[in-house]
């Protein structure tokens, strides 16, 4: 199993990114998808997530900002990431759980500034 995060950079506040999570090594179609981010020295947490069915989560500090969405076709999840502010900044990782364990993509940086 792999997960290859892309997208991350500098970004002006209110500016936008798109993160980009390609998989390899088991069946994309079946598995709920997720994106997570990290501050140095907070918990990782949940930013949104996307089942088979295409029914997405969100934490409430991302609704009406951030978009995931998913192509079965490439294997790839995206997260759209509009209006950032520089609480996002963040190191962003892809995450899935199959057949019971965690996989994590290496983390792609996404830093806002004021």
């Known amino acids: 199993v792999q997960l290859q995060a892309f997208g991350g950079g500098l970004v002006q506040a209110w500016g936008s990114l798109r993160l980009s999570c390609r998989a390899s090594?088991?069946?994309?179609?079946?598995?709920?998808m997720g994106w997570y981010r990290q501050v140095p020295g907070n918990q990782r947490e949940l930013v949104a997530s996307?089942?088979?069915?295409?029914?997405?989560n969100y934490a409430d500090f991302v609704k009406g900002r951030f978009t995931i969405s998913r192509d079965n076709a490439k294997n790839t999840v995206y997260l759209q990431m509009n209006s950032l502010k520089p609480e996002d900044t963040a190191v962003y990782y892809c995450h899935s759980v199959i057949r019971g364990r965690r996989y994590w993509g290496q983390g792609t940086l996404v830093t806002v500034s004021s």
């Open positions: 090594g088991f069946n994309f179609n079946t598995y709920i």
């Open positions: 996307i089942a088979s069915s295409g029914r997405t």
